[in-house]
């Protein structure tokens, strides 16, 4: 199919028309016409490069109550997605060839997004020996990402080797950075407020710990480092040294660790219990300085769709994790342009520039130019609407914004020229 995309305004600047043909962008100017093409009518809305999502959790294998590679492209794509990372703490654990490769093929039957698995870093993700990491960037799946996200690999001496391992094949290691013997039994983050409440507290300097260490052996070996959602100001700090001593670090924030804070712990609410947990104000405009001032690279949802029964119960034994493909993007604008932190162009780089170049992905996250694949989305800002978790596309309903009015609507989404979402519904 040919579409012409009429009146849209590449990264938020002059309208322009976009014609788009064999799956790629033919041409971007005034006026345009191609007869037979269909016509998407694009006035006032801003044209982006497809979104990338380092991070996110599609629960398949294993968890299919929870969500399954559809459910999750699909939420993806209506967050104006083109390209999403699998973790790889499924049931079994994505830690062999034929584990990636299944999450691959189930991602290309489903054809909404790219789906590129993460490998775990350890065999079952338990931090004991690595898992076949070879084997798995050499499989159908290509992985270049590994992590053992959801947990930390504590051993330093298993750190290097990973680090040391991935560099042959230009590979990167995901670190989830928590100390676990500062975090046993925690609940929130910890400090006043979460003395107050009577919650075991989530040190910031369990995440911080782990970071210094990490970036240290990076440099060393001389390998690709990568830290997932980024929560703390301090980390900010040592990321920022990092990067001025050379080391090959990159970091990710999360959408709700850019908008919300640990006084949502208020409500023993455990829609809000996450992991790493909400931190302070302070920590949260330290968050949104680094990531405009390029100190962190991306963001990335940490999409943690959960069933019910893990969700809805008392804090201490409710599963920590939120919801995040579908509301992304308008919390980055909420968050980073309207605060005039990021234009658009700056959007396009935290969101899919550079989380596309971290992953090794080289058809996302290219710019809007003729000649370049046709992955992009059309976003209406001037929507402002309160979110309701009955309407998403997640399998799960566990999103920390319900009731919450969000600026931006995603209206279409288009894959290789293929468009995922028109009028803001999926197309499958």
């Not at 330093?156 to 950075?177: I, N, T």
């Not at 919650?199 to 210094?212: F, N, R």
């Amino acid at each position: 199919m040919t579409y012409l995309i009429k009146g849209a305004r590449p990264y938020g600047g002059d309208a322009a028309d976009i014609l788009i043909e064999d799956g790629r962008i033919a041409a971007i100017g005034e006026n345009l016409s191609a007869p037979g093409a269909e016509v998407v009518e694009a006035v006032g809305l801003i044209a982006l490069p497809g979104l990338v999502d380092l991070h996110t959790h599609l629960r398949e294998p294993g968890r299919e109550d929870a969500e399954t590679v559809e459910t999750g492209s699909r939420a993806a794509a209506l967050g104006g997605f083109t390209a999403v990372h699998a973790m790889a703490n499924t049931d079994p654990v994505a830690d062999t060839a034929g584990v990636v490769e299944q999450v691959w093929r189930l991602g290309q039957e489903a054809a909404l997004v790219d789906v590129v698995p993460v490998g775990a870093v350890t065999v079952g993700l338990k931090g004991e020996r690595l898992a076949e990491l070879g084997a798995m960037a050499d499989s159908a799946a290509r992985v270049r990402v590994f992590s053992d996200d959801g947990s930390c690999v504590a051993d330093p001496a298993l750190m290097r080797r990973a680090l040391e391992y991935v560099k042959a094949f230009d590979g990167v290691v995901a670190q989830h950075a928590e100390e676990p013997r500062l975090t046993a039994g925690a609940q929130m983050h910890e400090g006043d407020r979460s003395a107050r409440l009577g919650l075991t507290g989530w040190p910031a300097a369990a995440e911080e710990a782990i970071i210094a260490r990490d970036v240290l052996l990076a440099g060393h070996v001389g390998a690709r480092l990568h830290v997932c959602h980024v929560s703390t100001a301090g980390s900010v700090e040592i990321l920022r040294w990092a990067k001025g001593r050379g080391v090959q670090v990159t970091a990710e924030v999360t959408p709700h660790h850019l908008l919300l804070t640990d006084a949502c712990a208020e409500s023993y609410d455990p829609v809000f219990k996450v992991n790493p947990p909400l931190r302070t104000d302070a920590d949260v405009q330290a968050l949104r300085a680094g990531l405009a001032d390029g100190t962190i690279d991306a963001v990335a949802t940490d999409h943690a769709p959960h069933a019910v029964e893990d969700k809805e119960s008392e804090w201490a034994q409710a599963r920590p994790g939120m919801l995040g493909l579908e509301q992304a993007l308008s919390v980055v604008v909420e968050t980073m342009v309207e605060t005039g932190l990021l234009d658009w162009q700056g959007v396009a780089d935290r969101m899919s520039a550079r989380p596309a170049a971290i992953g090794r992905l080289e058809n996302h996250g290219r710019p809007l130019a003729p000649g370049e694949p046709a992955n992009l989305l059309l976003l209406d800002p001037a929507v402002r609407a309160p979110v309701d978790p009955a309407t998403l596309a997640s399998r799960s309903r566990n999103s920390p914004y319900a009731g919450r009015e969000l600026p931006g609507r995603v209206v279409a989404t288009f894959l290789r020229g293929t468009p995922t979402v028109l009028d803001g519904k999926a197309t499958r």
